[in-house]
């Protein structure tokens, strides 16, 4: 591929040319960016805001997704940033346990959970990119239409607009959208979402400062009524996530904040007064509409959609970095092949989607599986599933969950033999 600086212009009718233009600097947007770019093909990567000023979903990373920003070489550069190590999930019904998933039975070095703070992952991975050539960054950009002669014809780029609302043309054989679960590109291409309401709960989630109240593990608290998920995160804080039935919380949001704070206080009595002292309004509660989705088409003529804006998830078991970043590193390969041809076409981009459908597919059924026994309602039925899946984590066959859980079922790894000649450092 090419790697001379791209063209570049500045007004009305600005221009990029580029080989792939990748839409979205989420993890999965930035890994497959740079993984490309090792492999001397052009990328110009259009992202909304500016330094990530925007809010973030999911910080968990999962051993596979960690073992791919090891391969990229960035794992320890943005641990070293500040991360929580986490050694497993944890179900508790009044403070006894009920199911205890120890990850300290893989093997090492990815034997833990790591919450990581996304804008930690996200500087690094940006920051090796632009050490690339042929990286083009259009900060402050939002994608405003697909370039495409007719609707049945190939994508051959994107028009954007930047913080000036000044449209810029950016020509590419390949459109990426990776803009996460309401994606503009998946929108703008006419592909249904999708959507599958599976889920009987939504998760209201907010963070309080924590220091000497770390727990090592993901925990999830059940009660009678609903189940709040706490975890640790840098630096000296506890994320929770509190769930409601699904469309609840306007309801819950018309009683105030007080009432909240209470009714949390007795969820959680061991960090009441964490929440009576830090949720002071609700502004600080934020509310995640929890759904599925499989997106109708995943590629077409010069457009693939990755991650979040191909496959929804919901929050348990910690899933959506661990998938999208598992899909870059799938989709990776077939791009380079298909450029290297000519032809980034749906049938050359057709082994990407056939590869990893399956896996985000199995991901959705397991997650259904495992909220109707986390969030179900407590009582002796409740407890005999879970002590149930106590006694089956014990077991060779529970570790062999775990490790399904921990790697996915299609633990896709990075073509690194597609690189230059590169030296990068791995270590944990």
Not at 191 to 198: E, K, M, P, W
Request: hydrophobic fraction near 40%.
């Amino acid at each position: 591929m090419i790697q001379e600086p791209p063209t570049t212009g500045t007004g009305t009718g600005a221009g990029v040319d580029t080989d792939v233009c990748v839409i979205g600097a989420g993890p999965a947007g930035l890994a497959l960016t740079l993984m490309l770019l090792r492999s001397g093909v052009r990328v110009t990567l259009v992202e909304r805001s500016t330094a990530f000023r925007r809010d973030f979903h999911g910080e968990i990373l999962q051993p596979g997704g960690q073992r791919i920003l090891d391969e990229l070489g960035v794992l320890a550069r943005a641990t070293a940033r500040g991360a929580a190590r986490l050694s497993g999930f944890q179900v508790l019904e009044r403070e006894r346990v009920l199911l205890d998933v120890d990850y300290g039975r893989l093997r090492g070095p990815y034997d833990h959970l790591l919450a990581l703070p996304q804008p930690h992952l996200l500087e690094e991975l940006l920051a090796a990119c632009r050490e690339l050539p042929g990286f083009t960054l259009l900060e402050g950009h939002r994608i405003a239409a697909l370039r495409q002669k007719r609707p049945d014809r190939p994508c051959t780029g994107a028009v954007v607009n930047g913080p000036d609302r000044v449209p810029v043309t950016v020509r590419a054989q390949v459109v990426v959208g990776a803009d996460g679960r309401f994606s503009k590109t998946r929108a703008l291409a006419g592909i249904d979402a999708g959507r599958l309401d599976s889920f009987a709960h939504d998760v209201v989630g907010f963070s309080v400062h924590a220091p000497g109240r770390s727990t090592g593990r993901v925990r999830v608290h059940r009660g009678p009524g609903s189940a709040v998920l706490v975890h640790d995160t840098h630096p000296d804080r506890l994320r929770i996530g509190w769930t409601l039935p699904h469309g609840g919380w306007r309801g819950v949001a018309r009683r105030g904040v007080e009432d909240i704070r209470r009714e949390l206080a007795e969820a959680l009595p061991q960090y009441a007064d964490l929440v009576h002292g830090q949720i002071t309004s609700m502004a600080d509660l934020t509310l995640l509409d929890v759904f599925a989705s499989h997106a109708g088409e995943w590629v077409r003529d010069g457009l693939v959609l990755l991650g979040d804006s191909a496959h929804t998830h919901g929050p348990i078991g910690a899933q959506g970095i661990n998938l999208a970043l598992q899909d870059a590193a799938a989709l990776h390969p077939v791009l380079v092949s298909a450029l290297a041809d000519g032809e980034p076409t749906a049938r050359r981009l057709a082994p990407y989607r056939d590869r990893r459908a399956p896996a985000a597919a199995a991901v959705h059924r397991m997650q259904v599986v495992q909220a109707r026994s986390l969030f179900g309602g407590a009582g002796p039925a409740a407890f005999l599933r879970a002590r149930a899946a106590a006694v089956v984590t014990r077991t060779p066959i529970g570790t062999k969950i775990t490790r399904e859980v921990a790697h996915g079922q299609d633990p896709a790894g990075v073509r690194t033999d597609l690189f230059p000649v590169l030296h990068v450092n791995r270590s944990l």
